[in-house]
T-cell receptor, first 116, second 113 residues
Framework: AQTVTQSQPEMSVQEAETVTLSCTYDTSENNYYLFWYKQPPSRQMILVIRQEAYKQQNATENRFSVNFQKAAKSFSLKISDSQLGDTAMYFCAFQVLMDSNYQLIWGAGTKLIIKP | KAGVTQTPRYLIKTRGQQVTLSCSPISGHRSVSWYQQTPGQGLQFLFEYFSETQRNKGNFPGRFSGRQFSNSRSEMNVSTLELGDSALYLC????????????FGPGTRLTVL
């Protein structure tokens, strides 16, 4: 079964600190996409970062970067110089082709609180 | 380019009623997916439409249905509402089924009394 596990239900850090959110997944497929989405209290889900499984280089997007370990099936998100606006639910997801359809599998989310 | 829009934003219904939610994707996007989000269950996939055809369906009862129009706008319908249907319903659009990145709307908050 394809699954995504986010082992940290909630985390809190001080503003300007660096925080890492963990995500592990399970799939027997070799080609897939990995995502981190952010859902602030306003509820609009926003794409944070995306990684293609065939790329060895870790994706980065300004203060957001990932540590993609394909063999370990791990896809953690690092937020540097955290800001109050980073407070949100963070969801890890991966998309894979299964039974001729693309499936997007979601983790349960990590609630991140940035404290002033 | 305008984002994904969903109407209405909030809805209150009573048990047994039916409801229709609407989603307008980003211009040019042909794939629309629907999700149910609840505090206890997280994000649950309902179904996905592409070019007016349902391409994928999650594990929900037949009370949940949807459709997509030729302009890619999509509606989902829930009949015979139950208390457990109270949730945030999210719509997401993408260029194609294989595009990967989905862009989400603000959601419709459904409360069933």
């Amino acid at each position: 079964a394809q699954t995504v596990t986010q082992s940290q239900p909630e985390m809190s850090v001080q503003e300007a600190e660096t925080v890492t959110l963990s995500c592990t997944y399970d799939t027997s497929e070799n080609n897939y996409y990995l995502f981190w989405y952010k859902q602030p209290p306003s509820r609009q889900m926003i794409l944070v970062i995306r990684q293609e499984a065939y790329k060895q280089q870790n994706a980065t997007e300004n203060r957001f970067s990932v540590n993609f370990q394909k063999a370990a099936k791990s896809f953690s998100l690092k937020i540097s110089d955290s800001q109050l606006g980073d407070t949100a639910m963070y969801f890890c997801a991966f998309q894979v082709l299964m039974d001729s359809n693309y499936q997007l599998i979601w983790g349960a989310g990590t609630k991140l609180i940035i404290k002033p | 380019k305008a984002g994904v829009t969903q109407t209405p934003r909030y809805l209150i219904k009573t048990r047994g009623q039916q409801v229709t939610l609407s989603c307008s994707p980003i211009s040019g996007h042909r794939s629309v997916s629907w999700y149910q989000q609840t505090p206890g269950q997280g994000l649950q996939f309902l179904f996905e439409y592409f070019s007016e055809t349902q391409r994928n369906k999650g594990n929900f009862p037949g009370r949940f249905s949807g459709r997509q129009f030729s302009n890619s706008r999509s509606e989902m319908n829930v009949s015979t509402l139950e208390l457990g249907d109270s949730a945030l319903y999210l719509c997401a659009s993408s260029l194609s089924l294989a595009a990967g990145t989905q862009y989400f709307g603000p959601g419709t908050r459904l409360t069933v009394l």
